[in-house]
């Protein structure tokens, strides 16, 4: 699965300057996706659109552009310019009664991984990319996994290092990214209030 997203990222290499992939699992069944949406957006309904083309759009927007997907309960969160995770507020809130994975990178680095759960952050590894430096809080256990993938892989193996992060949250999930969502074009997005991502 690394090499499926290494695959991707040669693809995709403007997604290398930054990206932030977040997966929730809603543990109720009445969760549903508008709920999802207000506690990303700070309590408000964000506005929601049809972009011809997300890619370059998002770059023109005052907030985080999302591209949404569903599959079988599990809901997929693509941001397209920034790269900026979510803040820690948000996320103990989308992890209300839910199991919430984010990977994130940007510009100025960043290199996170998370995951959030009974509305709180279990466990995260910051500049995952950067083995020596790799800062982690939380249970060790929970990402003991994604450990072992980047250590499988060469200390200068970045591409294969961002790929591991995919591969390990579409493990624990089933939820991963295709191949041409990125660059898909006449696309519903949401875009969020940039004050409270």
Known sequence: MIDYYRDFFEEHQWLENGLSWTVVQPLNEEIMLDDLLRRLNGGRDPEQRTMEYPREEAMGEDGPVLLVSEEEGTWGFLELAYGFGLSDRVLTELGTESRVWMVTWHF???????????????????DFIFSEHAVEEGDPGVLADFRAMLDSLEPDDYRGKRGA???FIEAATGM?????WPDVEDAPVVILDNRDA
């Open 176 to 180: 991963g990214l295709e191949r041409e």
């Open 165 to 167: 992060a995919f591969a």
């Open 108 to 126: 100025n680095g960043g290199y996170t991984i998370l995951y959030a759960a009974d509305g709180k952050i279990r466990a995260r590894m910051r």
